[in-house]
T-cell receptor, first 113, second 110 residues
Framework: DSGVTQTPKHLITATGQRVTLRCSPRSGDLSVYWYQQSLDQGLQFLIQYYNGEERAKGNILERFSAQQFPDLHSELNLSSLELGDSALYFC????????????FGDGTRLSIL | QQPVQSPQAVILREGEDAVINCSSSKALYSVHWYRQKHGEAPVFLMILLKGGEQKGHEKISASFNEKKQQSSLYLTASQLSYSGTYFCGTEPLGNEKLTFGTGTRLTIIP
C-alpha cells in the first residue's frame, strides 16, 4: 500500500463531458504529480504541485486543469473529453519538491465512449 | 525528448540475469527507475544522482554514466516477482521536467 488514494477507480463517460479525478497524497508528502498512461504514449507527466503551488508543468492539454488544496489533496479536471483522452491517470506523491515521484496511487481508468 | 530504453522486451528463465539500458539525448541531472506490474501502479525502485553512481536494492542494481547520458539496470538471479515493465525516468539538467522512457517488458518464466 503506497498510501496514495485515488478516486474513482473507473470512470466511463461520453465525449464532450467533464470529469474530476481526485487524489490524496501519502501522509506527510507535500508534492503531488499527475500522469497519463496510454498504450501508445507510455507514462506522460502532466503536472506537479508542491504545497499548494504549481511546481512543474508537462504535457498537459489546455482542456485539463489541476489544483492542490490546503489539505494537500489534489484534483485533476478534464473537460471537453475526446476519445483520445481514454487512459489510466496516475497520481503520485513525494515529500520534497523534486521531480521524482516516489509513491503512486492505483490510478483512475478513464474510458470515453 | 523521451529517453530510449533497450531492449523493448526480454524473456528470462528464473535465475538468469538481465540488463536494461536507458539513453538520453540530453545531459542529465538524475535517472530514476520504476517497475510496473500489469494492472498495477508503478513502484519506485531507485534514483541515481551522480555520474558513475551505482546503487543496489537486493539483487537489483543500477549505474549512471553521466558522460554518456546513460543508465543501466541490472537484475541478477532473477525471480518470478521481477516480472513487469521497467521504466526509466530522466531528469535533464536545467530544471526540465522528468520524462519516462517507453518501458522494457520483462517476463520471468519458471
Amino acid at each position: 500500500d503506497s498510501g496514495v488514494t485515488q478516486t474513482p477507480k473507473h470512470l466511463i463517460t461520453a465525449t464532450g463531458q467533464r470529469v474530476t479525478l481526485r487524489c490524496s497524497p501519502r501522509s506527510g508528502d507535500l508534492s503531488v504529480y499527475w500522469y497519463q498512461q496510454s498504450l501508445d504514449q507510455g507514462l506522460q507527466f502532466l503536472i506537479q504541485y508542491y504545497n499548494g503551488e504549481e511546481r512543474a508543468k508537462g504535457n498537459i492539454l489546455e482542456r485539463f486543469s489541476a489544483q492542490q488544496f490546503p489539505d494537500l489533496h489534489s484534483e485533476l479536471n478534464l473537460s471537453s473529453l475526446e476519445l483520445g483522452d481514454s487512459a489510466l491517470y496516475f497520481c503520485a506523491s513525494s515529500v520534497g519538491q523534486g521531480r521524482q515521484p516516489q509513491h503512486f496511487g492505483d490510478g483512475t481508468r478513464l474510458s470515453i465512449l | 525528448q523521451q529517453p530510449v530504453q533497450s531492449p523493448q522486451a526480454v524473456i528470462l528463465r528464473e535465475g538468469e540475469d538481465a540488463v536494461i539500458n536507458c539513453s538520453s539525448s540530453k545531459a542529465l541531472y538524475s535517472v530514476h527507475w520504476y517497475r510496473q506490474k500489469h494492472g498495477e501502479a508503478p513502484v519506485f525502485l531507485m534514483i541515481l544522482l551522480k555520474g558513475g553512481e551505482q546503487k543496489g536494492h537486493e539483487k537489483i542494481s543500477a549505474s549512471f554514466n553521466e558522460k554518456k547520458q546513460q543508465s543501466s539496470l541490472y537484475l541478477t538471479a532473477s525471480q518470478l516477482s521481477y516480472s513487469g515493465t521497467y521504466f526509466c525516468g530522466t531528469e535533464p539538467l536545467g530544471n526540465e521536467k522528468l520524462t519516462f522512457g517507453t518501458g522494457t517488458r520483462l517476463t520471468i518464466i519458471p
